[in-house]
């Protein structure tokens, strides 16, 4: 620990120079449309226009401080939210130790489906396209979607009117960036414009790079870039407020990638070759209809989307002469309405979904070998969310949503159920500076389709018909203030009953029980232009009684154990924002390699400091510079898959000391 924190303290002298801070408000990020202030709700949120008044946020939710390259970046300073995986095509988010499959995950409010191969990413998607993500952890509202068994992760892309003053009817930004480590380099360009009551956005970006370096100056096996990232919005509003948008997102990952995406190598078993092609695609499209004059009986919203994750491995022309596609769908729709009352808010309506996933597996060697599978999900829910302050110094919160699912399968194999979830939650201010929250949520998540890859054409499907999970979420938090220092807490516990672990060999119907428990410590405080905090997380996740192991917990949930983070930032009235953020993660044992060993995983400190300088005389430019991993550490992120099974698996590192390079200019 004794270098562990010196390092941290090292890295603190280069950051905030307080002494030489002007007088100056710090700008504050902007909250969510819709944000609840309970206690436990995380909103990372990013200003994206620097002509605004807020134009580089320095509070803690500020997404742009991180200038985020992957999701790793994007939850840095999140202690309770770890991101496993040094290539971004196979990185997985885990909420309160819980991997992201088991939360309602949506973009721009549509519903992903996104379980592929477990090998990959759940849901790859380009920070650079954010202006927000919010996540509930644990207790999610009857809002936020079906399946929200251990909460709700949604991801919102920029629109015009973030980008945009007041008053001005066309821009665009264009941005060159440079990372050393990987000789990466990425480009993108944006336009936007508003005539009468049209909208429009166009928003693209690519990246290439050789493989990264890792901490002792190795290649990361396979660990390029040829990423592809795409936006394009239109809209149109009335002068009444009839709104109608049309979005569509698509993310293209095409590279050579370790054979098992999400593993260095695995040592034992039979032989494979070291890398194969990825050809992963994600997109997503939406329509929605909302009101921007909204009275008190009518603020409805309408929308109908489509999502898909495809993922190609073509071995064809390779010794395993062999080509697999995966793709997962999702239709999905909504129609709600919040209704303003004199008590509080009520959100109602009726949302559904039609999930499929298939399989094409083609073996040129053995074609009696080759086969496909599908299976189909459909739900429909009703739902009803209610939001009121009891009183003065109190919130409330409280929904209940019932769903109905169809299930199909081979053979004509079909299954029917319904079931029941609610929630409810709220804080209450004891004091101007105290304040306490708690949180209960119980979820029927009903039937789940089984991951593509996995998916078996001679599996039989139980008589009596697949198990059906649910799963419980608890929370208690508090807060106390003094001016500007603030000290928070919360203890969690998520239990998950019936969770589908179907396997190739084993049968569509293997179950599996996963628990995770945990608490957290925060400190924050804020001066004129900057802040700093710091949090710390103890997670505790099994499967079936026993200590989660990546192996079984395949998305379910991985062993985590204790997280320290800080993050600091200040803005200098001359245009310069300096900064920087810390993650430790220390050792831990409470694991299970299967072979009734319980190796430790290594502990590691990662330090990260940047500076962003906007020249006065030229407010539409913007210069940054990084240096991430300052101390060259060798380490595999704590989620990553492998690490509790050293003799068989070699865990992917993490990239080593990098530089990388930004100028943006808006026009």
Known sequence: MTSTFVKVCTAATLIPIAATAQDQTAPQAPVAPDDDAFLGTIVLSAPVNPMAEDGISVTSEGLALSNPADLSELFVAEPTIAVGGSIPMSQKVYVNGIEENNLAISIDGARQNNKVFHHNTTTLIDPALLKAARIEPGVASADAGPGALAGALAYE???????????VSFGGRYKLEYDSNGDVFSNSLGFYGRRGGFEYLVFGKHAMGDDRQDGNGDDILASGTDLSSLLGKIAYESESGHRFEFSAEKVVDDEVRPYRANIGQVLVGRPLPLTRPYDLQRANYALTYTHTNPTAMWDPTVRLSYSGTELLNDETDLSQQQRTLGETTSLSGELSNRFSLNWGEVTAGIDFYKD???????????????????????NVGVFAQVRMEPTATSRLSFGVRADFQEFEARDEYSQSEEGLSGNISGEVDVTERLTIGAGYSRVWGGLELAENYIMNPNWTYPSGGLDEVTANNAYIAASYTVGPWSVDGKVFSTDIHNARAASFGDGPDVRADVEARGFELGFSTVWDGGFFRAGYANIDTKVNGTAADSFTGNYLTIPLGEFITFQTAHQFDNGILIGGDAQIALSYDETNDLLGGSPEIDSYTVVNTFAEYTPKQMEHLKLRMEVNNLFDEQYSARAT???????????????????????????
Do not use: C, N
């Open 356 to 378: 499929v996933a298939e399989i094409d597996f083609d073996s040129s060697a053995v074609p009696a070998d080759s086969y496909d599978a599908q299976e189909e999900l459909r």
């Open 641 to 667: 898959y492998g690490q509790d099974f050293p003799t068989e698996v070699v865990s992917l590192p993490e990239p080593g000391r990098s530089i990388r390079l930004s100028a943006e200019i808006v026009f």
């Open 157 to 167: 892309t920029k629109d015009v009117a973030d980008l945009l003053e007041d008053g």
